[in-house]
């Protein structure tokens, strides 16, 4: 079959708000050379999605609603499983390759229905299920642990962003189907350096969801450490998530309601205009696969500090084009935002890092890897 007649399926689980830019990125690319795409998917973003003006792009709604409480959520996530398998079978004849992108790769039953329909299966994976159950232990989470390793055994590629995640994530068994693609790229027009670092006000941002796998809680810890020995600083935390409750108890309790700014979440038109206020970005995650806020930060002349897990160690040399920290600790962390932002070429790295996200980060590239994927399957 050649590519150009390729139908490509492409499912994800409901979205929020973080995930909805990565999608429109992947939808983009896909549409560029697939006859016809046709996307299931739910949540926050199908109201957006709907408006965008794609071509030959097919739009499956599937209705989900979050609950905490861990029945009723097992029950919602079997329903949503059993509504993906049923658009599956009815697009069998429509689709010749599925992609589950996002999170969507613990679908059990979606992915042994595409199986049995002897389709042509991709797992576009951008975090381990494995790793982020680490930090939040659950009964829920550990069966999306074994699914998601049944899956990997079903599937016919497994597509990571970096070659560090195989080693990292435990999928040594898979090498010989893993590939490495993302869909990152960034407008270069939006994303771009309007104010110098010389001209921005000595603040230190945190931006992301507010969850364990993220760290944020070690870099709110860090934040009295790093005032000890810059008492001229502030700080902004963007984002939302199940801790900011714990983060705002902490930020009261040490009195620090003067320093750090909780910004809620940023929605992405804005995030320009506040990556040009920051000096620094802090990213102090535990597991992370290629982190755009950091790609976006680098194109708007912000130095980047994070830890060395995922796609990072890609982007980011110490000293380079980015700072890189050995751990999260909260020493660590207030050792190294010091360290950088005293370093004496902090407006020369941040002209690197945006150098670097100009060569490598295009929609070009990313459409050349991913059709150069298909071909292969």
């Given at each position: 079959?050649?590519e150009?007649e390729?139908?490509?399926g492409?499912?994800?689980?409901p979205?929020g708000?973080?995930?909805l830019?990565?999608l429109?990125h992947?939808?983009g690319?896909?549409c ?6 046709y996307i ?9 999605l ?6 030959n ?30 658009k599956?079978v009815k697009?069998k ?12 790769h ?10 049995l ?7 576009a ?32 590629r ?6 560090n995640?195989i080693?990292?994530w ?11 693609a ?21 603040l ?5 969801r ?6 944020v809680l ?8 790093i005032?000890?020995e810059?008492?001229?600083m502030e ?5 939302d998530?199940?801790l900011?409750g ?9 009195n620090?309601?003067?320093?750090v ?5 940023i ?7 506040c ?8 990213l102090?995650?535990?597991?992370e ?7 976006e930060a ?28 050995e751990d ?6 207030a ?5 950088a932002l ?7 790295i941040a ?12 929609f070009?590239k990313?459409v050349?890897?991913?059709?150069e994927i298909?071909?292969?399957?």
């Amino acid at each position: 079959m050649k590519e150009r007649e390729q139908n490509i399926g492409i499912v994800t689980k409901p979205i929020g708000k973080a995930g909805l830019n990565p999608l429109l990125h992947f939808i983009g690319i896909i549409c560029s050379f697939s006859s016809f795409t046709y996307i299931i998917t739910g949540g926050e973003g199908i109201s957006v999605l709907r408006r965008k003006n794609y071509q030959n792009v097919h739009l499956l709604e599937i209705p989900y609603k979050y609950r905490s409480n861990i029945c009723v959520r097992t029950i919602n996530h079997v329903l949503m499983q059993l509504r993906i398998s049923l658009k599956l079978v009815k697009l069998k004849r429509m689709v010749d390759v599925w992609i589950f992108f996002l999170d969507s790769h613990a679908l059990l039953l979606p992915v042994l229905i595409a199986k049995l329909l002897q389709k042509k299966i991709i797992f576009a994976v951008a975090a381990s299920l494995t790793k982020s159950a680490e930090a939040n232990k659950t009964i829920f989470n550990k069966a999306l642990i074994y699914s998601e390793a049944i899956n990997f055994k079903l599937s016919d590629r497994i597509v990571l962003y970096s070659s560090n995640l195989i080693k990292e994530w435990n999928l040594e068994k898979y090498k010989d189907k893993i590939l490495i693609a993302h869909e990152h790229f960034l407008d270069f027009n939006k994303f771009e350096i309007k104010k110098k670092l010389s001209e921005r006000n000595n603040l230190v941002g945190y931006i992301g969801r507010l969850s364990e796998e993220k760290g944020v809680l070690n870099f709110v810890r860090a934040i009295p450490e790093i005032l000890k020995e810059r008492n001229d600083m502030e700080f902004l935390i963007g984002g939302d998530g199940q801790l900011r409750g714990e983060i705002e108890k902490y930020i009261s309790g040490k009195n620090l309601n003067d320093k750090v700014k909780l910004a809620g979440w940023i929605p992405h038109e804005n995030l320009p205009d506040c990556l040009n206020e920051l000096k620094l970005v802090v990213l102090p995650s535990f597991t992370e696969g290629l982190p755009n806020v950091m790609l976006e930060a680098m194109a708007c002349g912000t130095p980047v500090l994070a830890t060395p897990v995922g796609g990072v160690p890609d982007v980011i040399k110490d000293g380079e084009t980015g700072f890189i920290m050995e751990d999260n600790s909260p020493e660590c962390i207030a050792r190294n935002v010091i360290r950088a932002l005293n370093h004496p070429n902090l407006e020369g790295i941040a002209e690197n890092a945006r150098a670097l996200v100009e060569r490598k980060f295009t929609f070009e590239k990313a459409v050349e890897r991913w059709r150069e994927i298909l071909s292969r399957l």
